[in-house]
């Protein structure tokens, strides 16, 4: 019996690495199928195939039937199930190669009665690991062109895994970044051009600074942000990752907090809905 209160289904057991699982008392079954399914689910069918779909939903195409490559996480999962052993028919395990052979072979497919339509699959991809993740997940991530691209030209822009309009990666301003509605897209862009470049451009007034007692070394950042460029009243807590990027750089990043919080330390407690003291109290962050 597992020391963890946890079962694959609660997806928890995708928080640590295959051999701790193993040594906690997981089955071989579950572990291969949080690193193999699990893992393949979130890189492949959601993070990859989860822009496209919005794209081509977006773009008026018709339902999309079947994923193609994207239905690789549950293909992998009865791979696995066959390799360690569990039974299969004759007729299933004959599917299943077929439903493999597909997988590996081709993109989208919308099957019809009398005709299948079947695309290419993407002749560029561009992704970056998923930080802090243990079995290996991606995101796509571009900061020079299409995140996903097909052959005829066709394809999606993606800042660190969110889908965003073309402009946030080839020609982000602060006019386009106020006239954007989707706060996550407003997000990307002001990352695309720089937490620093943004407060000067945007001509943001700095409240008040305080030394980050949950990330020793670095500094928090308050400032007033007019209304004009978040529709209402508010400020902006300019703070630095407290996790190490894969090139060993931190991320700086900002968070919306209430226009009335004056103190950084308090803005930050805020975004994890704790006092400004119980913040500070706190030894490290991530």
Known sequence: MARWPFHPATRTIGSFPPQESL?????????????????????VHEA?????????????TPGLTWYG???A?????????????????????EQLDVWAAIAG???WWWPREDVCVVSERPVAVHTEP???????????????GHAIRYADGWGVHSWHGTRVPEWVVAEPT??????EPNAEVRRCAIERIGWDVYIERAGLDLVSTAPDPGNPGCELRLY????RLWGGATRVLLAVNGSVERDGTRRRYGLSVPAAIADPVSAAGWSYGLTGAQYSALQRRT
């Open 23 to 43: 040594r906690e008392g997981l089955s071989l079954e579950e572990v291969l199928r949080a690193t193999v399914e699990d893992s393949l689910n979130g890189s």
């Open 69 to 71: 490559q994207h239905d």
């Open 73 to 93: 996480h549950w293909i992998g999962n009865h791979q696995i199930r066959r390799a360690l052993g569990r039974a299969y028919t004759s007729l299933q395990n």
């Open 105 to 107: 072979a081709c993109g």
């Open 48 to 60: 990859l195939g989860g822009p496209l779909r919005a794209a081509l939903a977006s773009e008026h």
């Open 174 to 179: 602060v006019d386009r970044i106020v006239a």
């Open 224 to 227: 007033d942000m007019p209304a």
């Open 130 to 144: 998923v930080l802090g993740s243990v079995h290996g997940e991606i995101r796509p991530h571009s900061g020079k």
